[in-house]
């Protein structure tokens, strides 16, 4: 995968964004830093109070972010560390994909990954640290990734 700056010119490429979110991801684009003070002024400068405002555009980009990162089959350890990041510039927290009504998009892409995963009926050590890396990547508690394990379990 490329690094955060090309990965995140790809997505504003490929995605419509809004004014506002791309602007945002051009901060990131321009400098390579996640710079909190220039993200605060964008949004000022928008009307925008808090980053969770806008939440619902924020989680997009989150999940647009992951398909890419996801379209060779494997996670790097640059891609999570860069999607940790995004998620903090953001202002994206634990739970915020099942409480936003993201969960759809969410499991559509576990699904994808645990069945490539769960394909052989074996899991190694790095399938075991990909799932990990996934339930981190979406910010999901136990319950609401066993919850995609188990589904995706059965249908095997």
């Known amino acids: 995968m490329k690094n955060i700056q090309q990965s995140l010119a790809i997505l504003t490429e490929k995605h419509t964004y809004s004014e506002l979110i791309q602007?945002?991801?051009?901060?990131?684009?321009?400098?390579?830093?996640?710079?909190?003070?220039?993200?605060?002024t964008i949004l000022q400068m928008h009307g925008i109070r808090r980053i969770s405002d806008i939440k619902n555009h924020t989680l997009d980009v989150i999940i647009d972010f992951a398909l890419l990162c996801l379209e060779d089959g494997k996670l790097t350890e640059e891609e999570i560390k860069n999607t940790h990041l995004l998620k903090l510039f953001l202002g994206i927290k634990e739970g915020d994909f099942y409480r936003n009504g993201k969960k759809s998009a969410v499991k559509n892409i576990l699904t994808k990954q645990l069945e490539l995963i769960y394909a052989d009926k074996k899991i190694d050590k790095q399938e075991a640290l990909l799932m990990s890396d996934l339930q981190g990547l979406f910010g999901l508690n136990y319950m609401e990734y066993e919850e995609f394990i188990s589904e995706i379990v059965d249908k095997a």
């Open 23 to 40: 602007k945002l991801l051009h901060v990131i684009i321009e400098t390579g830093s996640f710079d909190a003070l220039a993200r605060n």
